[in-house]
């Protein structure tokens, strides 16, 4: 399986689980546009656009650096019309970037209420219709276009809503993008999918959820190597699922997964959200 020659256009990925994504495909000798806000450093992330560039290229792939924010349809139509520039068009779409807050009703303000709709729902939404034509032109060009959106299963549990029910919302808003895409584009052969992982992963994302304990998470590599597979599938045949990463690792011969954990040796991991 392999990624060489493709196109692929990543929100959010200048660290984490974007930029380990971008980086897999990377050692495939991948073209990535690193679509992401950071282009200077932040005090307490590491990470920004151009050192992510710079490990792609040392992984081996071609880097496109973009300052993005993926809220702001002037500056997507603009990062995806140098990405073709660039490289001649678009592949593959990861819609990664999303904003988090494990917050009731009255603690979430409508501030960050508006802003995990605008980054999760509208962003994703705005990506995935500004890349569409293009992934069209890959279909049509037999080059197995495909959208991975991180997202979850859509679920509705109400215990998966009770306490954080805008992010749920805004995390849901993103799998019914999945949901819907997948049917509108089937006959066009663009495999529409979501990703999510069974247990929580070690990401900047952590620092929004007070008390996690890091060494029973998993690395953002498990993420990339099971985006990773499912991008390497037809698209065409492989549409419109709600994949977990260990299943699909799974299906793939990968069932000792001793190489993710933060902690080595550690078994007892803490599942994710949205899984029952």
């Not at 994504?21 to 932040?42: C, M, Y």
């Not at 060009?141 to 679920?155: G, Q, V």
């Not at 959820?209 to 065409?236: F, M, Q, W, Y």
Request: contains cysteine; hydrophobic residues 45%.
């Amino acid at each position: 399986m392999s990624l060489k020659g493709r196109t692929l256009f990543v929100t959010g990925a200048s660290r984490g689980i974007g930029l380990a994504i971008a980086l897999r495909a990377a050692r495939d000798g991948a073209n990535v546009a690193i679509a992401a806000k950071t282009s200077e450093p932040h005090p307490k992330l590491a990470g920004t656009i151009y050192s992510a560039a710079e490990e792609i290229e040392k992984a081996g792939g071609a880097a496109l650096p973009l300052v993005c924010d993926i809220r702001e349809e002037t500056q997507v139509n603009e990062a995806v019309t140098r990405t073709v520039e660039r490289f001649g068009g678009i592949d593959i779409l990861v819609n990664n970037a999303s904003a988090i807050s494990l917050t009731g009703t009255l603690e979430t303000s409508m501030k960050r209420f508006d802003l995990m709709f605008a980054v999760n729902v509208r962003g994703t939404y705005l990506c995935s219709r500004t890349c569409i034509p293009y992934l069209l032109e890959s279909a049509r060009a037999d080059r197995n276009p495909h959208i991975l959106t991180l997202s979850p299963p859509l679920n509705l549990n109400p215990i998966w809503f009770k306490n954080h029910v805008a992010y749920t919302m805004a995390k849901y808003g993103m799998s019914m993008c999945v949901l819907g895409m997948a049917e509108e584009f089937r006959s066009d052969g663009i495999g529409v999918n979501a990703l999510w992982p069974r247990t929580v992963i070690n990401t900047a994302a952590l620092a929004m959820i007070p008390g996690v304990d890091v060494d029973k998470c998993r690395t953002p590599e498990i993420l990339a190597d099971s985006a990773h597979a499912i991008l390497n599938r037809d698209a065409r045949r492989h549409t419109g699922n709600f994949y977990l990463d260990e299943e699909v690792l799974a299906a793939e011969g990968m069932t000792d997964l001793r190489r993710y954990a933060v902690r080595p040796g550690n078994e007892a991991f803490l599942p994710d959200l949205f899984l029952d």
